[in-house]
Structures are given as C-alpha cells and as structure tokens.
C-alpha cells in the first residue's frame, strides 16, 4: 500500500493531500511496499497507462492525458566530437504539450487532485510550471491559480494566460512566495501543485525511466539536469534509485544539477558542506527558469549529495548562451537558458576532465527557446536584407 513518507526525518503519512512534514517542514514522497516496472514505451504511448505500475493510485483517467512523455532521446554527435566523450545522450523535453519537462508532473499533479475530490490547484512558478499547470487544469475542468515571480518577462505571460487561470504577480521575494502561496492554500482551499508536491515528484521520475527504457537499461554513468527548486532533480534520483531496487539497473547513475552562478543556493551549500541550504542574496542570471534563491526541496538534494547519490555544480552566464548557440546550431535544438545549462556543465566538466572519453552521459533539456525569446538578444544574429529582383 503506498504512502507517504517525510524526506527529512522519516515520519509516515497516509496517501492524502499533505504536501510538507508537519515535524521538521521538510518535502514528502510516495512510497511503496512493492514496485513492479512500468510498461516498455513502445507497448503503451499513453503516459498515464504506461506508467501505472509506479504511481500510487489504483484508477486514472487516461483521457485528461495531453501526450505528454515518451519525449525522443538523441545521440549528441557534435557535443561528443567537441569533448572527445564517445557517448552522450540528449533527453527532449520541449517536446512535451506545454514545451517544457513540468507536463510530467502536472499530469499525476492533477490526477492525485481529482482522487482527493478537488476542484481547485494551484502553483507558484517562473514560467513553465504556470503554463503547465494551467493547460492541464483547463484540460481537467478544475479551476487554477497560478502566482509567478513579480520580474518574470513579458514575452511569459500571454502564453500562460491563454488558459485563463487566475493569474497573479508575485511581487517581493520569490523564494517566499512559494511559502505564502501553501498557506494561502490551506484557507481556500487550494491544492498547490508546486515543485516538490510529491505526486508531481512521481510524475516526473518517469524521466528517468525513459531515458534506461531507450537505452535498453544499459548503464549511465551521469545523468546531468538543470536545478532551481530540487523537485525535479529529486525525482530523477529517485527514479533512478527504484530502478536498482527493481533491478533494472545495476547501478544508479551519479545525478548532477546545474545551477547559473548568478543564482546558485544549493551549489553554495554543496561547495561549503552544509547541511541546510540558505537564501541566495540578489540572484541575477539569464536563465529566469532557474533562478530560485530558495529552493524548497535544497536541503533533500544536499541530503543525497551526502549519499553520494548525487552533485550539484554552477556555470555562468555566459557558459549557458554558449551551450544555447551550440545546441541551436550543431544539433538542430533550441532550448531556453535554462535548458542549455546541462550542456554547459558537461562542456565544463570535460574541459576540466571531470568527464571521460569511456563515460555514457544523459542531459536532460527541460524546455523550449521559444519559452524565452528575449535571451536572442544575448546572440549575435545576422539578417541579410537581398532584393528580391536579384535572386534567381
């Protein structure tokens, strides 16, 4: 029977709408007594259906799926000649129905809300969170609230308003609106599909398991992803750790997060050996989608630091528009700043030859350029102006 467990201090809960351990304040996750392998991709296209197997509750409704998953994973040829790593794999997230990796979690997000008899969710995000959970709300009929960072671009918010959530700014700290938003929720009855809601931790571990299905569970030995909030990479890790536990895999690859230097609270807190992350005083970088001063699942990434199941390192601004330009023009993907920071670090860390030739590497691109056109302006990009009687 599944339940749900502190990720701090161990306290157990049943499966109901608890989003935080009462005692020490830190995320839950769904456990299991038994797990058993979801379906192989090519068996099961619907994400909902194939991944039963590995959510915690007995029945869904497949028909509020929007497609997400099942995202292709590409051999990065030209990033593997460049570092002289002879294997490195790229996951496709922007492929998914709102262009970014949080579809994964939304899509269980909303189904655990529908189980709870729920007629409101809600989220506080930087831009891709919002859209997702707006669209998925929109596709369930539940009426959503959505609250994003009071400097989050223009360019952001018509794409997020389009579903007609009840839309806010958040204006102050952003690291504290996550906070509010929860209490907010508990007197109106809000159900916060946030970063670290564990149901949406289980939606997207599936990330993980895709990549071992594509690989036909030959071993990884890194798996490498942005981190702003630690939900995400969270839920990589604990997918990765199932996976051992199922037997799939021998052995559970190291995942390390990336965070930009202008914004790197729990990359601070690994480099000097902290237990608890802390704020990040006056965060400034390019990419907005991970820029959380003060990420509400930090202190779970520095525990399974200390595990060694994991490692979280910075590159800076301007390592991030590289990668961007890279990808865009050697491997045919154009992902926002965000999604381009995986690529940095690996760039990074093979320079430094943290990184092997013989290693076999996965990074994860969470989402689309067109998320943030206004990082173009970073590019020096050329237009030819050809009258239009001298071609031919």
């Given at each position: ?12 809960y049943?499966?109901?709408?608890h ?14 007594e ?9 068996e ?18 497949p ?13 990065a040829?030209h990033?593997?000649?460049e570092?002289?790593?002879?294997e490195i794999?790229?996951?496709n ?7 970014s990796?949080?579809d ?9 809300a529908l189980q ?6 809600g ?23 959505v609250y ?21 700014r958040?204006?102050?700290d ?5 906070y ?5 929720g ?5 159900y ?20 071992f ?7 990884l ?12 990479m ?10 051992e ?7 559970a ?10 914004c ?29 001063p003060f990420?509400p699942s ?11 199941r994991?490692d979280?390192i910075?590159?800076?601004d301007?390592?991030i528009?590289?990668a961007q330009a890279?990808?865009?023009?050697k491997?045919?993907l ?10 940095a ?23 689309s350029?067109?998320k ?8 020096h ?12």
């Open positions: 029977m599944p339940y749900l467990a502190c990720t701090g201090c161990g306290k157990k049943p499966l109901e709408r989003l935080r351990c009462g005692d020490c304040g830190e995320p839950l996750e769904v456990r299991y038994a797990l058993t392998p979801p379906a192989r991709i090519e099961e296209p619907c994400f909902i259906a194939r991944n039963a197997n590995i959510f915690p509750f007995p029945d869904f409704r028909e509020l799926s929007l497609g997400e998953g099942a995202t292709p994973l590409l051999e040829v990033l593997a000649e570092t002289g790593i002879a794999y790229l996951k997230e922007t492929v998914n129905p709102t262009w990796f949080k994964r979690g939304t899509s269980l997000g909303i189904q655990a709870f008899g729920l007629t409101r969710v989220t506080v995000s930087s831009g891709n969170m919002a859209a997702s959970l707006a669209a998925f709300a929109a596709r369930a009929g539940l009426e959503a609230y994003v960072a009071g400097d989050i671009p223009e360019g952001k918010i018509a794409p997020i308003a389009i579903y007609g959530p009840r839309l806010s958040g204006i102050g952003y690291g504290r609106l996550y509010n938003a929860l209490a907010l508990e007197k109106r009855g809000i916060f599909i946030s970063s670290d809601n564990p149901f949406r931790v289980e939606g997207q571990k599936t990330v993980a398991y895709e990549i299905d594509q690989l036909d569970y030959e071993p030995d890194f798996i490498i992803l942005p981190v702003s909030s630690g939900g995400n969270a839920a990589v890790i604990k997918g990765c750790e199932e996976m536990e199922l037997g799939l895999i021998k052995k690859p190291l995942v390390i997060g990336v965070q930009a230097a202008g790197s609270p729990i990359a601070r807190a690994v480099a000097e050996g902290r237990e608890k992350v802390e704020p990040f005083p006056n965060p400034a970088t390019i990419a907005h989608a991970i820029a959380n990420p930090g202190n779970r990434i520095l525990r399974k630091v200390r595990e060694g994991a979280v910075t590159v800076t301007e390592e528009i590289a890279f990808l865009a023009q491997e045919g154009f992902v926002q700043p965000a999604g381009a920071a995986p690529v670090a690996i760039r990074k860390l093979a320079a430094a030859g943290r990184l092997k030739p013989e290693h076999r590497i996965a990074a994860i691109l969470t989402g350029g067109l943030d056109t206004g990082a173009l302006a970073h590019h990009l050329e237009v030819v102006s050809v009258p239009v009687d001298e071609l031919g």
